[in-house]
């Protein structure tokens, strides 16, 4: 059975339409799990490490007592690295090293100026104290995610990073407390789905709440994320996972094919588009993919994909290809063009951009060294990729002196009584020299 993917042509009178349908993704909750999860909130708020006992072994089917054993030790995960294989081991070492090395780049530093009559203004800048950091577990176990959340915390001098991760049946991921150990993780408990979100933002006797929640999860994790949101900060609510592919026409279609699959094998949900202003590429590259997803485990996941999501778009030309990357505004976006450093000026909206064709999207998950965090659902118009400072805030720093609080309460006083704010106006007013 092949696979049909949607064919888009920009000279299509209701292209733009179709392209809007296929982008189309709703990610809030329905009214079920929406109920389901304020009870669960509700219940963990009430009941602290009571209701995370009860409701982690009802949902991941445990059988334990108490967050005692819901709790990974410090030596725990000290043998989780040391029994780690080697080539495992290597290879989380050095991804970590390349992405705690991109995020040094990201650092912000407090900085101020002083004016000609005394007046010092500037910015403060400081970490957050604690983050949680989500980690989905079971059949999806992402060490790398571990990696790219807590690295650029602890970059920002985070304190305290709490590590939640639940382990359905009892099964424990190795390279995912490995990856914890690496990273400087404080903490780690495992739980998960609403509750462990839940525990963050409110803290239990055990689970210390947090400022900020990060990290990926299913529909009730995200729901929980975005009810919690105001008593504490969240990254962001993620939507499916994203590849688009611009392409000139000169790469080789099995390597495109492999490109959109390493999107489409993460769920039915997930949306791999193909822009190219070649239609005999086009057509290859469709051949690629059929030829190869017999060979893949999850093939079964790439075919619905690449079926109900996925897309074959030809434009007129390399401006028009860029055009529809900037409406499109991709969580990841591939450039594989002869000349990419040429055209990626033009690209405006892009979780992150991976120029030319050996630079597969796949080195960006794991081990190039941004982070793999990204905008999602075309939020990448107004959002950016988990960075370092998504861990720090910045605090206004303002101190006047004697001449400069009289000028500047002149002006205050003129804008307060323009508002009716006599208190505003009468307060700078005493400041001002007679």
Same mark, same amino acid.
């Given at each position: 059975?092949?696979?049909?993917?949607?064919?888009?042509?920009?000279?299509?009178?209701?292209?733009?339409?179709?392209?809007?349908?296929?982008?189309?993704?709703?990610?809030?909750?329905?009214?079920?799990?929406?109920?389901?999860?304020?009870?669960?909130?509700?219940?963990?708020?009430?009941?602290?490490?009571?209701?995370?006992?009860?409701?982690?072994?009802?949902?991941?089917?445990?059988?334990?007592?108490?967050?005692?054993?819901?709790?990974?030790?410090?030596?725990?995960?000290?043998?989780?690295?040391?029994?780690?294989?080697?080539?495992?081991?290597?290879?989380?070492?050095?991804?970590?090293?390349?992405?705690?090395?991109?995020?040094?780049?990201?650092?912000?530093?407090?900085?101020?100026?002083?004016?000609?009559?005394?007046?010092?203004?500037?910015?403060?800048?400081?970490?957050?104290?604690?983050?949680?950091?989500?980690?989905?577990?079971?059949? /999806? !176990?992402?060490? #790398?995610? &571990?990696?790219?959340?807590?690295?650029?915390?602890?970059? =920002? @001098?985070?304190? +305290? *990073?709490?590590?939640?991760?639940?382990?359905?049946?009892?099964?424990?991921?190795?390279?995912?407390?490995?990856?914890?150990?690496?990273?400087?993780?404080?903490?780690?408990?495992?739980?998960?789905?609403?509750?462990?979100?839940?525990?963050?933002?409110?803290?239990?006797?055990?689970?210390?709440?947090?400022?900020?929640?990060?990290?990926?999860?299913?529909?009730?994790? /995200? !729901?929980?994320? #975005?009810? &919690?949101?105001?008593?504490?900060?969240?990254?962001?609510? =993620? @939507?499916?996972? +994203? *590849?688009?592919?611009?392409?000139?026409?000169?790469?080789?279609?099995?390597?495109?094919?492999?490109?959109?699959?390493?999107?489409?094998?993460?769920?039915?949900?997930?949306?791999?588009?193909?822009?190219?202003?070649?239609?005999?590429?086009?057509?290859?590259?469709?051949?690629?993919?059929?030829?190869?997803?017999?060979?893949?485990?999850?093939?079964?996941?790439?075919?619905?994909?690449?079926?109900?999501?996925?897309?074959?778009?030809?434009?007129?030309?390399?401006?028009?290809?860029?055009?529809?990357?900037?409406?499109?505004?991709?969580?990841?976006?591939?450039?594989?063009?002869?000349?990419?450093?040429?055209?990626?000026?033009?690209?405006?909206?892009?979780?992150?951009?991976?120029?030319?064709?050996?630079?597969?999207?796949?080195?960006?998950?794991?081990?190039?060294?941004?982070?793999?965090?990204?905008?999602?659902?075309?939020?990448?118009?107004?959002?950016?990729?988990?960075?370092?400072?998504?861990?720090?805030?910045?605090?206004?720093?303002?101190?006047?002196?004697?001449?400069?609080?009289?000028?500047?309460?002149?002006?205050?006083?003129?804008?307060?009584?323009?508002?009716?704010?006599?208190?505003?106006?009468?307060?700078?007013?005493?400041?001002?020299?007679?």
């Amino acid at each position: 059975m092949s696979i049909s993917i949607k064919q888009l042509n920009t000279q299509q009178t209701a292209f733009w339409q179709e392209l809007d349908n296929l982008l189309a993704w709703e990610s809030v909750s329905n009214d079920e799990v929406l109920t389901a999860v304020k009870d669960i909130i509700k219940d963990v708020r009430q009941r602290g490490d009571v209701a995370l006992v009860e409701l982690s072994n009802k949902f991941d089917r445990l059988s334990v007592s108490s967050m005692d054993e819901l709790t990974v030790s410090a030596e725990r995960l000290q043998l989780a690295l040391k029994n780690l294989d080697v080539a495992q081991r290597k290879a989380l070492e050095l991804a970590a090293d390349r992405v705690r090395m991109y995020h040094e780049k990201q650092l912000m530093t407090s900085w101020q100026y002083t004016e000609e009559d005394g007046t010092m203004l500037g910015q403060q800048i400081t970490a957050l104290e604690s983050v949680g950091l989500y980690v989905p577990g079971g059949k /999806a !176990t992402y060490p #790398s995610s &571990v990696l790219m959340n807590a690295i650029p915390a602890k970059v =920002a @001098g985070v304190e +305290e *990073i709490i590590m939640v991760v639940p382990t359905p049946d009892g099964e424990v991921n190795e390279m995912v407390l490995a990856a914890a150990q690496i990273a400087g993780v404080t903490k780690v408990f495992t739980i998960g789905g609403a509750q462990a979100v839940a525990a963050l933002a409110y803290g239990t006797d055990t689970v210390p709440g947090v400022d900020k929640i990060v990290g990926p999860g299913n529909i009730f994790v /995200a !729901t929980a994320k #975005s009810l &919690v949101f105001g008593k504490v900060g969240i990254d962001m609510i =993620a @939507g499916p996972s +994203e *590849i688009l592919v611009v392409c000139d026409g000169k790469s080789n279609p099995d390597w495109i094919a492999m490109d959109l699959f390493s999107q489409a094998e993460h769920d039915e949900d997930a949306q791999s588009i193909l822009v190219s202003p070649d239609k005999a590429f086009l057509t290859a590259v469709e051949a690629s993919i059929n030829k190869l997803v017999g060979e893949m485990e999850r093939k079964d996941i790439i075919t619905k994909s690449l079926t109900d999501r996925g897309a074959m778009v030809h434009v007129n030309d390399m401006d028009e290809a860029i055009k529809v990357a900037n409406y499109i505004a991709p969580e990841h976006l591939e450039l594989a063009v002869e000349d990419p450093t040429a055209i990626v000026g033009q690209i405006r909206h892009a979780g992150a951009i991976f120029m030319g064709r050996y630079t597969a999207e796949a080195l960006g998950d794991y081990c190039a060294g941004p982070n793999h965090v990204l905008p999602t659902s075309r939020t990448a118009r107004f959002s950016s990729p988990l960075g370092v400072y998504d861990f720090q805030k910045r605090s206004s720093l303002i101190m006047c002196s004697e001449d400069g609080a009289s000028e500047l309460g002149k002006v205050a006083s003129v804008l307060a009584r323009g508002e009716s704010l006599t208190a505003h106006a009468r307060s700078a007013e005493y400041r001002i020299k007679k």
